[in-house]
């Protein structure tokens, strides 16, 4: 293999790996047959990757992964790069915008999946929204807002205000930490006020939370979203998408986008028109 068609093979493990997890026989699978010498090389290029810091490998219910690694910047969605704090100032490319979160306790790091998925959603709700600047100031509500990285995806994607409400105070420390990281202090604004005092209505709302607490608070996001607006759901197995799907539909809502990643499933759901 030539050094040309070496670095060649890295930059698709890369992009497969960064597009979302795989275990690595998923990679073999994908990449073996495309690479002239083979599942040898595909092997060979991943322990050259995970040696530069640029994979990682991670377990998962005894299931091994290979993911980026969030020590370098990752891309989450067609639009969203996440970046750990470092000397960068500028966007990656152009339409991208980089979000910085530092790692810590709190949930929402993009090493999960629920994460991503959550990430992905919010970059395809606002795809079409972003131009849309007649109207009453655009507003996103973050629910269990952990480290802060959806509100703030939302904003730096052209979204006015953002809200993130969270009961954790270690949570919200490092979600208004991320904040300011961004330089975001003047356009959001973390809570501990629960769901049912949030006053107001927006044009994006979302939560990555478990199925029992995305139903039970349904009659509580739902009068929240204005009549234009998207709900952005993560944190559900696919076999829970039924459940899920019937107490919001109840209340108006369908899903108008949907995608899996390892086990997890991520919605947007809308009013239909």
């Known amino acids: 293999m030539t050094p040309e068609d070496a670095e060649s093979l890295q930059r698709r493990i890369l992009e497969a790996a960064g597009a979302r997890r795989r275990t690595p026989a998923a990679l073999l699978r994908m990449l073996g047959a495309e690479s002239p010498p083979g599942r ?3 092997r060979r290029a991943l322990r050259q990757l995970v040696a530069a810091g640029e994979l990682t490998y ?4 005894g299931i ?4 980026a690694s969030f020590a370098r910047p990752v891309r989450v969605s067609p639009r969203i790069v996440i970046s750990p704090p470092g000397p960068e100032e500028t966007d990656p490319a152009p339409g991208t915008r980089r979000v910085w979160i530092a790692p810590g306790a709190a949930f929402g790091g993009g090493r999960h999946p629920t994460t991503r ?3 992905r959603g919010i970059d395809h709700a606002l795809a079409d929204r972003g131009e849309r600047r ?3 100031p655009s507003r996103v509500l973050d629910v269990g807002t952990g480290s802060g990285v959806l509100v703030i995806a939302a904003v730096r994607l052209g ?3 953002g809200l993130g409400i969270d009961l954790d105070p270690c949570a919200l420390a490092e979600a208004r930490a991320n904040v300011r ?3 975001l202090e003047g356009r959001i604004r973390m809570s501990d006020e629960p769901l049912a ?3 107001g209505t927006f044009s994006l709302t979302a939560a990555n939370l478990r199925l029992p607490t995305l139903i039970a608070m349904a009659p509580l996001l739902t009068p929240r979203c204005r009549p234009d607006g998207a709900i952005v759901l993560s944190g559900v197995r696919p076999e829970e998408e039924a459940a899920l799907l019937a107490a919001y539909g109840r209340l108006g809502f369908l899903p108008s986008w949907r995608e899996t990643e390892g086990g997890w499933s991520g919605l947007v759901l809308e009013r239909p028109r």
């Open 40 to 42: 040898q090389a595909v």
């Open 58 to 61: 991670t377990q998962e219910f």
């Open 181 to 183: 990281r961004n330089g």
């Open 197 to 199: 005092n949030v006053p």
């Open 159 to 161: 979204v006015d205000f």
């Open 134 to 136: 007649s109207g009453p």
């Open 117 to 119: 998925l959550a990430l």
């Open 64 to 67: 091994t992964w290979i993911e």
